[in-house]
């Protein structure tokens, strides 16, 4: 039999949660200060538990995903975590996980931070990542359960890192939808739409994954050749954007920010060097004008 496992916490994503486990063959417990909730998963094999108490103790592994931390620490009874291993997908900060790590700690429960890198319907694809950091030894120990929900990607013993990667990542998510957006509004205004638009932009990004890859190196030894195209080479490039954009009609907010950084690496001193110099100015290390 699988690995019996808990869910604490049914709301859109905590109920995904818990049917991909029931999916994969699990013995779910689950419980929901809102009981109703648990009735769809109760009809697929899911035990509905009383108390948070009685949820934890029927399995070893805890999965919790709840509104915030102070919640999570507030459902739960110290006296009935010894020897539990929890897995809180609860979105917060870096600072809160390692909070909760030395809590959880304290009162003799293993513990891992993680962040869900995916929406509700995603849950259950191998093609998702779920980020985890913690003790290496509670991760290894549950792997073939939390696979069920995702790819299981451990990213180190600091507690705080999936979260710090989570923020990240969706920073990055935001930019690059940011950017399409913006770039369909540009080609919309000529009547091209976004569904003939979008293939050849996503083609395009397999070219900046490359890009992506080659930066890397150079972020990391702080060194920016700047053979395939210069900051000032794309300063003038980005004003050719902010002119077709703004002569359509289109919102330049986001062009005149990036260009008004790479004017700040440029007057830095980076303007012969790569795009990746730019690293410096989001780090802090070149001044504001």
């Known amino acids: 039999m699988k690995q019996p496992v808990t869910v604490l916490g049914l709301g859109s994503m905590g109920s995904a949660l ?15 200060r809102t009981a109703e909730k648990a009735a769809p998963l109760t009809r697929r094999g899911a035990r509905l538990a009383a108390t948070p108490a009685d949820a ?8 919790a995903c709840v509104l915030d931390y102070g919640v999570l620490r507030a459902l739960v009874e110290p006296e009935s975590l010894r020897g539990k ?11 809160q996980a390692a909070e909760a790590a030395g809590w959880f ?21 191998a093609e998702v990542m779920f980020l985890y950091s913690g ?5 290894d120990a549950h ?16 507690p705080g890192r999936a979260s710090l990667y989570d923020a990240a990542l969706l920073g990055l998510m935001w930019s690059a939808m940011a950017g ?21 932009a996503i083609r395009w990004l397999g070219t900046v994954n ?34 077709a954009a703004g002569a359509r009609g289109v919102d330049n907010a986001l062009p005149e920010l990036l260009k008004e950084m790479m004017e700040r690496a440029s007057a830095a001193g980076h303007g012969s060097d790569s795009f990746a110099s730019l690293v410096e100015v989001f780090a802090g290390r070149v001044a504001a004008r």
Do not use: C
């Not at 934890?56 to 999965?63: G, R, T």
């Not at 291993?85 to 600072?95: A, K, Y």
């Not at 003790?135 to 991760?139: D, G």
């Open 210 to 243: 490359r890009f992506l890859t080659r930066y890397a190196d150079q972020v990391d030894e702080g060194r920016y050749p700047g053979a395939d195209a210069t900051v000032d080479v794309q300063v003038a490039a980005i004003g050719h954007l902010i002119h």
């Open 18 to 32: 818990a049917g991909a486990l029931l999916d994969n063959g699990h013995p779910v417990t689950v419980w929901n």
């Open 105 to 125: 700690g304290e009162r003799g429960a293993g513990y891992l931070d993680g962040a869900i890198m995916t929406t509700p319907e995603g849950v259950g694809s």
């Open 180 to 200: 399409w957006l913006h770039g369909t509004a540009l080609v919309g205004a000529e009547k091209t739409t976004a569904t003939e638009f979008t293939p050849v």
């Open 135 to 139: 003790p290496r030894p509670v991760f």
């Open 85 to 95: 291993d929890f897995v809180n997908l609860t979105s917060g900060s870096p600072e």
């Open 56 to 63: 934890i103790a029927a399995s070893p592994l805890v999965v």
């Open 143 to 158: 792997s073939p359960a939390l696979a069920a929900l995702g790819d299981p990607v451990y990213l180190g013993e600091d």
